[in-house]
């Protein structure tokens, strides 16, 4: 069994910072992309940003140059850096963890529970 336990969401003025981190526990096998992506009201889930098992990070153009997204393979932990946050930044994010099970051959999509992240002007 795998969880994902995600911290660091809450409330900012415009022009602040937050950092989000999300923790992988259980039986892993090894773990490939780790990722977050973001649903703000009345729209679809969107990939924020997402890294590989190497380090090379990937960005939504909308975030380039205030986000960043890093992870520590040791801890199974994914974070991201979010700086200069703006309105439009407002959302519930979520991790995304593509990983293999102890034991399994498959590797599977895993999601965290959901962090709000609310930037006021």
């Known amino acids: 069994q795998v969880q994902l336990v995600e911290s660091g969401g809450g409330s900012v003025e415009s022009g602040g910072s937050l950092r989000l981190s999300c923790a992988a526990s259980?039986?892993?096998?090894?773990?490939?992309?780790m990722g977050w992506y973001r649903q703000a009201p009345g729209k679809e889930r969107e990939l924020v940003a997402s890294?590989?098992?190497?380090?090379?990070?990937n960005y939504v153009d909308s975030v380039k140059g205030r986000f960043t997204i890093s992870r520590d393979n040791a801890g199974n932990t994914v974070y991201l850096q979010m700086n200069s946050l703006k309105s439009e930044d407002t959302a519930v994010y979520y991790c995304?963890?593509?990983?293999?099970?102890?034991?399994?051959?498959?590797?599977?999509?895993?999601w965290g529970q959901g962090t709000q992240v609310t930037v006021s002007s």
């Open positions: 995304n963890v593509r990983l293999r099970q102890r034991w399994h051959s498959n590797f599977v999509n895993y």
């Open positions: 259980g039986s892993i096998g090894s773990i490939d992309v």
């Open positions: 890294i590989t098992s190497s380090g090379s990070p």
